[in-house]
């Protein structure tokens, strides 16, 4: 699979909570569309729920690469009774471009190792329904600088191009464009054109 490829991930963010014997899981999923809003998002929950016993995160994300980087961390679960069995939601689901982070108040019942694979996995899978499964077609996002000079042919190509952009109008014009991968490079091509190589695209 590549970078351009089509794939599955959750619609939004969504959240799902159940006890087990006395302890308190909330499982908080989200689409991301790169490692560090993964890492954004597990920190913000782990901040919002600074008092909870165990804030346990995974994720999985397409790099512009193709690579597929997974992590899970049991956050001071027992090894492999925590992180593994969310992250193994996430693949059996074949999700990518999606993070969690399930949040535990112990309840003073052990749960056990089978327990807590249970939960952490349940609770994984309900936050996953509760935000719906979509498919989605990857995007790219570059900026595009220019004089005012060129303002008006760089607005015009990306109003009839795929993708979406907003523009900062400033000292010079910058586009931030948000575009499908696959239609990435003809844009950007179709831009240096227009203005002659006189566009800075990053």
Same mark, same amino acid.
């Given at each position: 699979?590549?970078?351009?490829?089509?794939?599955?991930?959750?619609?939004?963010?969504?959240?799902?909570?159940?006890?087990?014997?006395?302890?308190?899981?909330?499982?908080?999923?989200?689409?991301?569309?790169?490692?560090?809003?993964?890492?954004?998002?597990?920190?913000?929950?782990?901040?919002?729920?600074?008092?909870?016993?165990?804030?346990?995160?995974?994720?999985?994300?397409?790099?512009?690469?193709?690579?597929?980087?997974?992590?899970?961390?049991?956050?001071?679960?027992?090894?492999?009774?925590?992180?593994?069995?969310?992250?193994?939601?996430?693949?059996?689901?074949?999700?990518?471009?999606?993070?969690?982070?399930?949040?535990?108040?112990?309840?003073?019942?052990?749960? !056990?190792?089978?327990?807590? #694979?249970?939960?952490? &996995?349940?609770?994984?899978? *309900? =936050?996953?329904?509760?935000?719906? +499964?979509?498919?989605?077609?990857?995007?790219?996002?570059?900026?595009?600088?220019?004089?005012?000079?060129?303002? !008006?042919?760089?607005?015009? #190509?990306?109003?009839? &191009?795929?993708?979406?952009? *907003? =523009?900062?109008?400033?000292?010079? +014009?910058?586009?931030?464009?948000?575009?499908?991968?696959?239609?990435?490079?003809?844009?950007?091509?179709?831009?240096?054109?227009?203005?002659?190589?006189?566009?800075?695209?990053?």
């Amino acid at each position: 699979m590549t970078a351009t490829d089509p794939y599955s991930t959750v619609a939004e963010r969504a959240s799902a909570a159940f006890e087990v014997q006395g302890s308190e899981f909330i499982g908080y999923v989200a689409p991301v569309e790169s490692e560090t809003a993964a890492e954004a998002f597990t920190d913000e929950i782990a901040a919002e729920y600074d008092d909870a016993t165990h804030v346990v995160p995974a994720y999985r994300v397409r790099t512009e690469d193709g690579y597929l980087r997974e992590y899970s961390n049991d956050d001071g679960e027992p090894s492999g009774s925590a992180g593994k069995p969310a992250l193994n939601v996430l693949q059996g689901q074949e999700l990518e471009n999606v993070a969690v982070a399930i949040v535990r108040y112990y309840g003073g019942t052990n749960l !056990g190792v089978g327990g807590l #694979v249970s939960a952490y &996995g349940r609770s994984t899978a *309900d =936050a996953i329904e509760a935000a719906g +499964v979509v498919e989605r077609e990857p995007h790219e996002q570059f900026t595009v600088t220019v004089e005012y000079d060129d303002s !008006g042919s760089v607005r015009s #190509v990306l109003e009839g &191009g795929p993708g979406s952009f *907003d =523009a900062a109008y400033e000292e010079r +014009v910058q586009f931030v464009v948000s575009v499908p991968s696959v239609e990435a490079e003809a844009l950007r091509d179709r831009l240096r054109s227009t203005t002659s190589g006189r566009a800075t695209i990053e």
